[in-house]
Structures are given as structure tokens and as C-alpha cells.
């Protein structure tokens, strides 16, 4: 029998030197046997990663579901969905009676207002999502939120997932080229419509902005209006964040985001929308950088310039403080051992 089955997106495990392949190297060590279902571009049916670790792939998502309908049971001990919406049908779906089902929760879009509101598909989300959640043994929160720990009580297990490489997100002696920038998807979750109207105010103002990601053809077109360097990739992220004085988020909802932690440790500030594990940190270490409002734009130019302002004495505070929070092992280490503590 398997001790843990994850139901995932993340397809990327199946190659040696990804970051998902890092987190499943350390947490397979309590999790083996373990099984990761994922849909892999260009791969169908079973991989073996290592000794005790295999990939059962699927050729596109439709394949994905239609194998979580024919309700093929699974032999394993705990069941792992990554979002409660997709993933946490399946798992419910190959669910035994004596398996345990953990349902992870990466954002915050379950009790976000205004993110329920912008579209009609995260409404739908919301209401299926609480079922899955109140049918859930346990419920992963990488962020903490008072009201999903008020809601769902003892499922909740507090464990974040900040976690960061500091062999490769570390100081460097670099200049800074850029004063804020913005690296993630462009996605209406992101907030880019804010986002493009603060950059626009910052260029005004002569500060110096750059944007990396990617999305659909209208945000690709509003960020480059902007005026800013827009590059949809970069080889070396962590030059770039050295390269940077503070990253900037907007988002509408987070979990952590891991992009803040990776920042921080590269010798940026960060400020951002009060979303996620970030905005708890930012308290806890207020060197670190500040909150915006994410609805006046005025006043967040105005924190914007302040941070900016105190950069150099801020960012080596911050990070004597902050570095302990950043420790990749230690961190993933205790992810797998409370999943562990959980099947013995």
C-alpha cells in the first residue's frame, strides 16, 4: 500500500533539477511509497523518479478527471489535493475508508470579497471549495486566517510554504538597477489593472520599473504602455532581484507568495496588497517593507517612496531578522514530518 497519493498540477517533479523536485526529494524520505498524479506534457502513464517515488501521468486534463470519475481506488494511506476545487473532487473521488484525505489551501480566495466578485467561475470556486473543505480530514493553511481557523477549527494544520533556496536567493554585490519591480503571472488573481496604474505613477515620478511574467495579450499590452522593462523571463532571478531596490504585489489573494521570501533574501524590501503569509511577516519584521491599500493609489505611491527612501539602512535589518524564516530544509522537513505524524 502507498502512504501518500498528491493530487497536483505540479508536473515539473519529474525533472531532476526543478523546484518541486527539491520539496519531493526531502518530503518522500517520511512519504515513500508515495504516487504523484499529474497531468506531464508529452508524458502518459507511469514515471519512476527514485526508489519509492513514482509519477502517474496524464496526457491532458480531460484524461485527469476522467480517471478520478471512474472512481479507480487507490490503495494509500493519506491522500494530498493541492487546491480544493479540481484536486479535492479527486482525491474525495479515490478517497477508501480508511484513507485520510488533506486538502492544501494556497491562497486566500475562499473568504477574499473582492476577489469573489470580480468573476463568476470564483464564486462557483467558493461554494463548491467549502464543501470539499468540510468533507476534508484535514485542511494544509499556508497563511494563517482567522477566519478559516475559527470556521474549520482542529482540521486546520498551520504549514507554510515561504520556504527558500538560499544557495542560489542570497545577497549579492550588484547595483541597483531597478527601484520596483514586479515578478509573477499576469492574471486578474494579480490585481494588474491596480498594478499598471501604480507603475504608470512611479515612471511619472522618474523611478526606474521593470515587470517579469506573462499572461493573456491585454496584459501583455497594458504592461508594456507603461513604459516599464517588461521581459516575460529571466534566466537568473535572483541577479535580478539584486539587482532591485522593492518588489512590489498587488495581488487580490496569496498564500505566501514565495516570490516576497526569495526577494527579501536577494536584497529587496517588498511592500504589498495585506494578502497571504506575507502580510503576518511584514508585521513581525516591519524592516521588511509595508502594506498598501491596494485601493488609493495616492497613498500607496507615498509608501512606495518611503520605502524606497530608507532601503539601504531597512534591508539588512530585515534580513538578520527574517533569515531564520528562509530555511528551505528545515522548513520542507516539517512539512513532511507532520503528514508523516499523521499516517502512523
Same mark, same amino acid.
Given at each position: ?176 538597477? %531597478?527601484?520596483? @519591480?514586479?515578478? =509573477?503571472? +499576469? ?11 501604480? *507603475? /504608470? $505613477? ?58 516576497? %521570501?526569495?526577494? @527579501?533574501?536577494? =536584497?529587496? +524590501? ?11 511577516? *511584514? /508585521? $513581525? ?60
Amino acid at each position: 500500500m502507498l502512504k501518500v497519493v498528491m493530487i497536483s498540477s505540479e508536473w515539473r517533479g519529474i525533472e531532476s533539477q526543478s523546484y518541486f523536485r527539491k520539496v519531493i526529494d526531502i518530503v518522500s524520505k517520511h512519504w515513500k511509497p508515495m504516487l504523484i498524479l499529474a497531468p506531464c506534457p508529452g508524458k502518459k502513464g507511469l514515471v519512476k523518479i527514485k526508489e519509492g517515488v513514482w509519477y502517474y501521468c496524464f496526457p491532458s486534463f480531460r484524461n485527469y478527471l476522467l480517471f478520478a470519475l471512474s472512481r479507480h481506488k487507490i490503495k494509500s494511506k493519506l491522500l494530498v489535493a493541492q487546491d480544493p476545487f479540481w484536486y479535492g473532487v479527486m482525491a474525495l473521488l479515490l478517497k477508501h475508508s480508511y484513507s485520510k484525505v488533506i486538502v492544501e489551501l494556497h491562497s486566500q480566495y475562499f473568504f477574499n470579497k473582492k476577489w469573489l466578485k470580480y468573476r463568476l467561475r470564483n464564486m462557483i470556486y467558493h461554494m463548491i471549495g467549502r464543501k470539499i473543505l468540510q468533507k476534508a480530514d484535514y485542511i494544509r493553511a499556508v497563511y494563517y486566517d482567522k477566519k478559516l481557523f475559527n470556521k474549520y477549527k482542529n482540521k486546520v494544520l498551520y504549514v507554510p510554504s515561504n520556504y527558500t533556496d538560499t544557495h542560489i536567493f542570497k545577497p549579492k554585490s550588484l547595483n541597483k538597477e %531597478y527601484d520596483v @519591480i514586479y515578478v =509573477g503571472r +499576469l492574471h486578474p488573481q494579480k490585481n494588474i489593472e491596480y498594478l499598471v496604474n501604480i *507603475l /504608470k $505613477k512611479l515612471k511619472e515620478r522618474g523611478y526606474k520599473c521593470a515587470v517579469i511574467g506573462k499572461g493573456n495579450q491585454k496584459y501583455n499590452i497594458m504592461i508594456k504602455k507603461t513604459g516599464c522593462k517588461y521581459l516575460e523571463y529571466v534566466k537568473n532571478l535572483a541577479s535580478f532581484y539584486n539587482k532591485s531596490k522593492l518588489l512590489i504585489i498587488v495581488s487580490h489573494d496569496e498564500g505566501g507568495p514565495r516570490v516576497a %521570501y526569495e526577494a @527579501i533574501a536577494s =536584497g529587496c +524590501l517588498v511592500v504589498t496588497t495585506p494578502t497571504g503569509k506575507i502580510k503576518e511577516d *511584514l /508585521k $513581525k519584521y516591519p524592516e521588511c517593507g509595508e502594506l498598501l491599500t491596494g485601493e488609493d493609489i495616492l497613498k500607496d505611491i507615498i509608501i512606495i517612496s518611503r520605502v524606497l527612501q530608507e532601503h539601504n539602512k531597512r534591508w539588512y535589518e530585515c534580513y538578520k531578522k527574517i533569515k531564520k524564516e528562509l530555511n528551505f530544509d528545515k522548513q520542507v522537513r516539517h512539512y513532511g514530518k507532520v503528514y508523516e505524524d499523521l499516517i502512523d
